[in-house]
């Protein structure tokens, strides 16, 4: 590493986890708007980059305490991330080389103290801007609502429509489930700047909707196969089936005739 101010980010001993590190700008680094920002991950890097739900959690919280407070680069320890994500430290050291391997973080430094890293916005990211960029174009010109757009949580027709995406079964445990005792649940949690979008709601029975918790989905799928409530079989669909969620390819039919996405 070159010996240069403005290039090399020393870690200190006295390492402050998740501390964001201005990179030099000509002039006032521009202010972004947050909605459009989530909606290119969403509908852009998440799906080109077949982002696992645990790489998705990862990049956006590397996000939301770099970029979105202006700065570029980003202090931080396995363990700090891995604590602020609810996961553990292996599936988050995981992901932060996957995500540096597809380009969205640029790592600078790496020591047990901890790694500094350039997190990378979706038109940032080789492979993804230009098509980041026209999504972005794209939005602003049309000024449309799509289903990207579309609150699942807001009416009882759009929370049918989680339900009947499923089929009357627990998208955890595959168990065929009475319409009374289904729930809706949240693949990553509120907590961890989950959405209302068809791509994290799922239709699951009370006990896993209790059970899952603040859990990530693919954690709680495991632990049931480690349970013995899913085959082998099972689990690889599920977890193939979370995939195939984040990416956007189990749309529910948004019940209004007519409207903006109503054919999923």
């Known amino acids: ?33 947050a909605e459009s920002l989530w909606k290119q ?26 970029r979105l407070e202006g700065k ?3 202090r931080f320890s396995i363990l700090w991330l891995a604590r602020n994500v609810h996961l553990s430290g292996g599936p988050t050291r995981e992901a932060v080389r996957r995500l540096a391997a597809q380009g969205a973080l640029r790592l600078i430094e790496r020591s047990k103290a901890g790694h500094v890293a350039e997190v990378r916005l979706p038109e940032e990211i080789p492979g993804v801007r230009a098509n980041a960029k026209r999504a972005r174009e794209a939005a602003r010109l049309s000024g449309a609502v799509g289903i990207e757009d579309v609150d699942f949580l807001k009416t009882l027709e759009l929370r049918r429509a989680i339900h009947a995406r499923e089929r009357g079964k627990c998208f955890y445990c595959l168990r065929q489930i009475p319409a009374r005792l289904a729930s809706i649940d949240h693949v ?10 068809y791509r994290n709601l799922v239709s699951c029975c009370m006990e896993c909707n209790s059970e899952k918790g603040e859990r990530s989905a693919e954690e709680f799928v495991r632990s049931l196969f480690r349970e013995r409530s899913l085959t082998a079989a099972e689990l690889k669909n599920r977890l193939r089936a979370l995939d195939t969620l984040a990416a956007g390819n189990l749309r529910p039919t948004i019940p209004s005739a007519g409207g903006p996405g109503s054919q999923a």
């Open 72 to 74: 570029r680069r980003l």
């Open 188 to 197: 990553v949690p509120r907590a961890r700047v989950g959405c209302n979008s």
């Open 41 to 66: 991950i969403e509908d852009v890097v998440a799906p080109q980059l077949r982002l696992s739900v645990i790489d998705h959690v990862v990049y956006s919280h590397l996000v939301r305490h770099s």
């Open 1 to 33: 590493m070159q010996n240069n101010k403005l290039n090399a980010v020393p870690v200190s001993k006295t390492f402050k986890e998740g501390r964001a590190e201005a990179r030099p700008y000509n002039g006032a680094a521009p202010k972004l708007d």
